[in-house]
């Protein structure tokens, strides 16, 4: 051609190319699709692991919508509810010291 990139972009009249509003949030943009199934315990498995659905059945479909380079949150249903992964240790170890009818800070029960 003859020319520098530069005197090539200077010269050119063509259409600008349009800008992606700054405000707009880029997630939005990739954001994938998928459905899954709701396991007997309120659970689907993605990525290798576990999610728990809030309210949702076992058995029914849930619509569900990822960016594919973070595997540590996902959104759920029609609402896009947020959801994140299922934590095994804080899971197993909710039973260990539980607290029945209402919390109190009152000490001398």
């Not at 994938?32 to 692991?49: A, F, L, N, P, Q």
């Not at 299922?86 to 009152?106: E, L, Y």
């Amino acid at each position: 051609m003859g020319m520098s990139p530069l005197n090539r972009k200077l010269t050119d009249q063509g259409q600008p190319l349009e800008q992606i509003d700054p405000t707009v949030n880029i997630n939005d943009l990739f954001r994938m699709e998928t459905t899954k199934t709701v396991r007997s315990d309120g659970c689907i498995r993605m990525w290798g692991k576990r999610f728990e659905i809030p309210d949702a059945y076992p058995g029914e479909e849930v619509t569900i919508y990822y960016v594919p380079w973070d595997h540590n949150y996902f959104l759920s249903g029609p609402d896009k509810i947020f959801t994140r992964p299922i934590d095994p240790f804080k899971n197993a170890r909710r039973f260990d010291k539980p607290v029945r009818g209402k919390r109190n800070n009152d000490t001398n029960n």
